[in-house]
Structures are given as structure tokens and as C-alpha cells.
């Protein structure tokens, strides 16, 4: 940098004052950015200062900001509320004999906390769902039954099973004396029904040949429509009643003893609950042989 000097740097007297020397340019300069030194100084002196102030000023909240406690508070002071309530509705009139005893007040005698209604509640409210569904069972006299009928109930279907040795002759389809009288017990119960009845038949898998029967698949067809038949008769409705023969295509027992055999050849009047998208008619048979 080239110091400043003054216009008289040559002359003579400024010489000899002094004031013209480089020396003397060299402390002017050196005043001279003291000078600025301390200026910048105090200039980065009131900048911190304001930075330091800013970060300490309090900026005054909302009044809806002041108040957000407040409705913190009053929501877990009612969920305390409420959970009182639900422990006075428990303890039930006990409370109110307490206050009595307490307080001396005369109550009134019909004062007191209403019990809690259990159809309300979760469990209630699936003991509802489950009371919707049609009980197969309702409304049917079973205790009329004999004990010659058995009772299986499913879950859609309740079955009454009937040996065969009880309804008819061996090798034979005419229903016998005493299986009239075994049928007879059923009528009442079969009336008090509006279910659809599949009477099915079935055999052991001895095979028959006859004139009449050549196959079980006959049998055990003959043997379903005789009981619908004696069913249609004592009057219970013809576009209820359906008759199918499986032969011995559905054993509940082992053909291999006589026991197995005998449990084997049965009738079954099977009650059906009919689907929401099934038709009470025109239904398919599932399957065997039907008169």
C-alpha cells in the first residue's frame, strides 16, 4: 500500500517539521485503522447484544393457547365422572342405603340405580345374534318321543333315527305294526315343524337279490317311501316330504360285526332348515334313489 502523503512532502520546512516523512504517513495510517478497528468492534458489540436480547424476549401466548390446560382438565375430570357413575350403577341400592345411614336423608323408597341391561352390553349383543339364528329344536315336543327313536341334532339339521328291524320285516319294505306305532309318536312332532323332511334309507352291506329288490339301491329307496307315504297320509304336507335311498353308501358303523350291520340298516326323518338362497321346491336330489 502506498502511504498518503501530504503536497508539501518536499518541501523543505515540511521536512523539517516532520510532518512530511514516510515515518510520519506511516503512523497517520496506523491511527487511521485503529480508528476503524474500533468502530468495527463496536459495531459487532451492538450486533451481538441485539442477538442476545432477541433470544431472551418473551413473546406473550394466546389466550387460547393459556386455556388448552383447561380442557385437558375437564376431559379426565369427566372420564372420572363417568367411571363413578359406572361404579355406583354397580354396587346398585347398597349406595343408596349407605347415604341413607350417612346422611339421615329419607330417600325415596323407589329411589335408587336402574341395573344394567345385559342386552347392552358386548356379550349381550352376540347372545342376541345367536338367539336370531333358527333353532331346529324349538317348539318340537321331543319329550313324547319313545325310546325307540334316536335324536341327532347338527347344526342346521336335527335327524330322528330309526332301526329298521323296529320298521319292517327283514328283506322286506311294508312298515310293521310296531312301526306304525313308533311312526305314530312322530306325527305330532313333524307337525309342530314347518322344516323340510328327508326320510332316508339305508342298509348294511349284506347284497339282496329278489323278484321285488335286486339291489339294496331298491330296498332302501321302498323302505324311505313307505315312511313317506304313512307320513303324506297322517297328514303332514306332500311338498315337505322328500324319500331317498343310499343303499349302504353311508354306514355309521362297521359292516365287519352283526352289531355294526344292525346299526347300519336305519331310517332317517332328517328336519332341514332351508337356506336363505335356496328354494323350497324343484330342489335337486342329492343323490340315490327316490320313489
Known sequence: ???????????????????GTPLAAVARRIKKLENELKEAREALNRTGSGKQKKQWEFTPQSSEEEESWLTTYLDVMTLLLVMLVVMLAFAG??????IRERTGTNLPSGAGFLPAD????????????????????????????GKDIDVIVNEQTVSFRINSEILFSS??????????????????????????????????????????FPSNWELSGSRAGSVVRYLEANGIASNRLRAVGYADTKPIAENSSAEGRASNRRVELILET???DATTSGSSNPGGTTN
Open 274 to 276: 332351508p337356506k336363505p
Open 118 to 145: 345385559p342386552g347392552l352390553s358386548p356379550l349381550g349383543l352376540m347372545a342376541r345374534t345367536d338367539a336370531d339364528a333358527p333353532d331346529p329344536l324349538e317348539g318340537l315336543p321331543l319329550d313324547q318321543l
Open 93 to 98: 341400592n347398597g349406595v343408596v342405603d349407605a
Open 171 to 212: 328283506g322286506q319294505a311294508d312298515l310293521s305294526l310296531e312301526g306304525l306305532s313308533v311312526l305314530k309318536q312322530l306325527i305330532k312332532v313333524l307337525q309342530a315343524s314347518k322344516h323340510e323332511i328327508t326320510v332316508a334309507g339305508h342298509t348294511d352291506s349284506v347284497p339282496i337279490r329278489s323278484v321285488r
Open 1 to 19: 500500500m502506498t502511504p498518503d502523503y501530504p503536497d508539501n512532502a518536499g518541501n523543505g520546512q515540511g521536512g523539517a517539521a516532520g510532518n
